[in-house]
Protein backbone atom coordinates (compact mmCIF):
# COMPACT_ATOMS: atom_id res chain seq x y z
CA UNK A 1 0.00 0.00 0.00
CA UNK A 2 2.84 2.44 1.21
CA UNK A 3 4.70 1.57 -2.13
CA UNK A 4 1.45 2.44 -4.28
CA UNK A 5 0.92 5.84 -2.52
CA UNK A 6 4.70 6.67 -3.34
CA UNK A 7 4.31 5.59 -7.07
CA UNK A 8 1.07 7.66 -7.11
CA UNK A 9 2.78 10.91 -5.49
CA UNK A 10 5.78 10.38 -8.23
CA UNK A 11 3.77 10.13 -10.49
CA UNK A 12 2.01 13.56 -9.45
CA UNK A 13 5.22 14.96 -10.30
CA UNK A 14 6.33 16.26 -6.45
CA UNK A 15 9.64 18.06 -6.46
CA UNK A 16 10.72 15.90 -3.21
CA UNK A 17 10.94 12.48 -2.50
CA UNK A 18 8.06 11.80 0.15
CA UNK A 19 9.07 9.45 2.95
CA UNK A 20 6.65 6.67 4.09
CA UNK A 21 6.31 8.75 7.13
CA UNK A 22 5.51 11.69 5.52
CA UNK A 23 2.30 9.75 4.13
CA UNK A 24 1.53 8.48 7.21
CA UNK A 25 1.63 11.58 8.54
CA UNK A 26 -0.60 13.20 5.43
CA UNK A 27 -3.15 9.95 5.94
CA UNK A 28 -3.24 10.77 9.77
CA UNK A 29 -4.30 14.56 9.10
CA UNK A 30 -6.54 13.30 6.44
CA UNK A 31 -8.76 11.27 8.78
CA UNK A 32 -8.44 14.30 11.64
CA UNK A 33 -9.70 17.05 9.70
CA UNK A 34 -13.36 18.14 10.13
CA UNK A 35 -16.27 16.85 7.30
CA UNK A 36 -18.19 19.56 6.37
CA UNK A 37 -20.93 19.24 5.27
CA UNK A 38 -23.95 21.84 3.27
CA UNK A 39 -26.88 23.01 5.01
CA UNK A 40 -29.53 25.00 2.68
CA UNK A 41 -32.02 25.87 5.79
CA UNK A 42 -32.50 29.70 6.02
CA UNK A 43 -30.34 30.00 2.53
CA UNK A 44 -32.11 31.28 -1.13
CA UNK A 45 -32.91 29.50 -3.40
CA UNK A 46 -30.97 30.68 -6.64
CA UNK A 47 -33.24 29.09 -9.14
CA UNK A 48 -36.29 30.50 -7.75
CA UNK A 49 -37.94 33.99 -9.27
CA UNK A 50 -37.62 36.35 -6.07
CA UNK A 51 -41.20 37.33 -5.00
CA UNK A 52 -41.11 40.84 -5.85
CA UNK A 53 -39.95 40.07 -9.47
CA UNK A 54 -42.42 37.11 -9.54
CA UNK A 55 -45.27 39.89 -8.76
CA UNK A 56 -44.12 42.38 -11.06
CA UNK A 57 -44.25 39.60 -13.77
CA UNK A 58 -47.91 38.82 -13.46
CA UNK A 59 -49.23 42.11 -13.13
CA UNK A 60 -47.64 43.47 -16.65
CA UNK A 61 -49.84 41.26 -18.35
CA UNK A 62 -47.73 39.08 -20.12
CA UNK A 63 -47.97 35.36 -20.51
CA UNK A 64 -46.15 34.13 -16.80
CA UNK A 65 -44.02 30.90 -17.26
CA UNK A 66 -47.00 29.35 -15.11
CA UNK A 67 -49.48 29.93 -17.63
CA UNK A 68 -47.63 28.71 -21.03
CA UNK A 69 -47.60 25.36 -21.90
CA UNK A 70 -45.57 22.85 -20.51
CA UNK A 71 -44.24 20.89 -23.60
CA UNK A 72 -41.18 20.36 -25.95
CA UNK A 73 -40.92 22.56 -28.75
CA UNK A 74 -41.16 21.34 -32.54
CA UNK A 75 -38.34 21.23 -34.88
CA UNK A 76 -40.30 24.03 -36.81
CA UNK A 77 -40.79 26.14 -34.06
CA UNK A 78 -36.95 27.37 -34.39
CA UNK A 79 -37.47 29.41 -37.40
CA UNK A 80 -39.25 32.47 -38.13
CA UNK A 81 -42.68 32.23 -40.30
CA UNK A 82 -41.12 34.62 -42.67
CA UNK A 83 -38.29 31.91 -43.28
CA UNK A 84 -40.61 28.77 -43.78
CA UNK A 85 -42.03 27.92 -47.47
CA UNK A 86 -45.55 26.40 -47.93
CA UNK A 87 -44.79 23.40 -50.70
CA UNK A 88 -48.25 21.37 -50.56
CA UNK A 89 -51.75 21.06 -49.03
CA UNK A 90 -53.24 17.27 -49.70
CA UNK A 91 -56.78 16.52 -48.67
CA UNK A 92 -56.93 12.81 -47.31
CA UNK A 93 -59.80 10.82 -48.03
CA UNK A 94 -62.10 8.90 -45.16
CA UNK A 95 -62.53 11.64 -43.10
CA UNK A 96 -58.57 12.61 -42.44
CA UNK A 97 -57.47 16.05 -41.85
CA UNK A 98 -56.19 18.11 -44.32
CA UNK A 99 -51.62 18.02 -44.30
CA UNK A 100 -49.79 20.49 -45.68
CA UNK A 101 -45.42 20.23 -46.40
CA UNK A 102 -43.89 23.22 -45.06
CA UNK A 103 -40.50 23.45 -46.27
CA UNK A 104 -37.61 24.89 -44.11
CA UNK A 105 -34.70 27.41 -44.68
CA UNK A 106 -32.73 24.54 -45.84
CA UNK A 107 -34.55 23.16 -48.07
CA UNK A 108 -35.98 19.95 -46.09
CA UNK A 109 -39.49 18.82 -46.20
CA UNK A 110 -41.97 18.60 -43.38
CA UNK A 111 -45.64 17.27 -42.87
CA UNK A 112 -47.21 19.55 -40.75
CA UNK A 113 -50.95 18.86 -39.66
CA UNK A 114 -53.74 21.34 -38.26
CA UNK A 115 -52.79 22.07 -34.23
CA UNK A 116 -49.04 21.51 -34.75
CA UNK A 117 -46.93 24.55 -33.33
CA UNK A 118 -44.71 26.18 -36.05
CA UNK A 119 -42.96 29.42 -36.09
CA UNK A 120 -40.84 31.17 -33.28
CA UNK A 121 -44.03 32.88 -31.63
CA UNK A 122 -45.69 29.73 -30.60
CA UNK A 123 -47.82 29.90 -33.82
CA UNK A 124 -50.18 27.16 -34.07
CA UNK A 125 -52.04 25.58 -36.81
CA UNK A 126 -55.51 26.59 -37.11
CA UNK A 127 -56.91 25.23 -40.56
CA UNK A 128 -55.20 23.83 -43.76
CA UNK A 129 -57.20 24.83 -47.06
CA UNK A 130 -56.49 24.25 -50.42
CA UNK A 131 -53.00 26.17 -51.21
CA UNK A 132 -52.84 28.04 -47.81
CA UNK A 133 -52.28 27.49 -44.16
CA UNK A 134 -53.52 29.60 -41.61
CA UNK A 135 -51.27 29.92 -38.32
CA UNK A 136 -52.57 31.90 -35.15
CA UNK A 137 -49.16 33.19 -33.24
CA UNK A 138 -48.52 35.30 -30.21
CA UNK A 139 -47.22 38.60 -30.33
CA UNK A 140 -45.62 40.40 -27.36
CA UNK A 141 -47.92 43.46 -27.37
CA UNK A 142 -48.82 45.65 -23.52
CA UNK A 143 -52.06 46.36 -24.51
CA UNK A 144 -53.33 42.51 -24.52
CA UNK A 145 -53.10 39.82 -21.85
CA UNK A 146 -52.63 37.44 -24.50
CA UNK A 147 -52.25 39.17 -28.12
CA UNK A 148 -52.57 36.61 -31.06
CA UNK A 149 -52.75 37.44 -34.69
CA UNK A 150 -53.64 35.59 -37.88
CA UNK A 151 -50.94 34.48 -40.33
CA UNK A 152 -51.80 32.93 -43.97
CA UNK A 153 -48.67 31.04 -45.23
CA UNK A 154 -50.19 30.27 -49.31
CA UNK A 155 -48.04 28.67 -52.08
CA UNK A 156 -46.21 30.54 -54.33
CA UNK A 157 -47.91 30.95 -57.78
CA UNK A 158 -46.87 29.35 -60.91
CA UNK A 159 -45.39 31.23 -63.15
CA UNK A 160 -46.04 29.90 -66.73
CA UNK A 161 -42.47 29.75 -68.64
Known amino acids: MVRFVLILLSLLSIPEPVMAEDVHDMAQAIEEMPIWRY ?36 FLESFQLDSLKLVATVYQVDGQPPVAMVEDPAGVGHVVRPGQYLGA ?29 SVTLKLPREVDP
Do not use: C
Open 39 to 74: NPADKKNPFQIPPELLASVEGSGHATEASKPKRIKE
Open 121 to 149: NEGRIMQIMDGAIIIEEQVPDKKAKIPTR
